[in-house]
């Protein structure tokens, strides 16, 4: 009788941490390994692979990654809120490990003293974001420079971002990667700054919606200021009243040709102007390369090319 009553009180033991693991909010699917904070979790993946599980809620939580493959990647899409905390004064994630991805999550309220808060802060490696809201923060995802490695964003939405005081953040700013990769994916409300800015030597954007009739003091919607290659199609764009540079919606080569830019395509693209918004231009370019600019619908205040 005394064997099985302790065999008994190990199970409801067991069973209670069980329930314990199970209420706590990350937790490491290979290992099912669970944490209270996401840094541990982080942590305990180390320099391997991994996937942390994220259980919906607010979390004024942040961490950094600074080896192997995360993914980060809410239980329900939507449903889990890293809100306000920011680590090393840079981000919400601030990853330099080999890899990471994020998908399902939402990056909201993130600012720091120096105006370049971001919900992702990428330092190296490659980064795959899927089905995420970044909004009403200074930046949504901020890169370093990895000219080996690939950024690839689908399905996300970019609300509320932007802010230029003695520099500038933007939606998404990417450093001199080797490729960004932007599909299926909406831009809208901007407080500063572009749309999406990005230095790597090739930018492809496309089927996306760059809705700046709510914006404020914003500038282009998509910046190539070192040139570079790639492709722009299939977008639309709608550029609104209340800009700081209405001058352009998209400018290649603005600071220097860094990237070659010959062969650069831009097609099958829409552009609008939203009422009240003065005329502009759809591309200017100041690479003096050799640029493809097809198939666009341009409304009729919309210059369609310029070269400076």
Known sequence: MRQAAIAIALLLAAGSAAAQDAEAPFVVEETGEAFDQLQAAVDAIGDGDGT?????????????????????????PGTAI???????????????????????????????????????????????????????????????????????IEQSTFSGLGYCGNDCAHSIYIGDYGRVIVNRSRFERGTGGHYVKSRSARTDVADSSFDDSGGRATNYMI???????????????????????????????????RHRSAGLSLRGNRAALAPGARPTTFVVDFSGEPLAIEDNQLDGDIARFERR
């Open 52 to 76: 942390i599980a994220i259980a919906p809620g607010r979390y004024r939580q942040c961490a950094v990654q600074d080896a192997g493959r995360i993914a980060y990647v809410a239980r329900r």
């Open 82 to 152: 890293l809100d306000g905390r920011v680590c090393e004064g840079k981000a919400a994630l601030v990853l330099r490990g080999r890899a990471a991805s994020v998908s399902g999550l939402i990056f909201q309220n993130i600012a720091v003293r120096d105006g370049n808060g971001a919900g992702i802060r990428l330092q190296q490696g490659d980064l795959h974001v899927v089905e995420t809201l970044f909004r009403d923060s200074q930046s949504g995802i901020l890169s370093h420079d990895d000219p080996s490695a690939t950024i690839r």
């Open 223 to 257: 910046d190539l200021p070192s040139g570079g290659t790639g492709l722009i199609a299939g977008n639309m764009f709608v550029q609104g009243r209340e800009k700081e540079n209405y001058s352009a919606m998209i400018v290649v080569a603005a600071e220097g040709a």
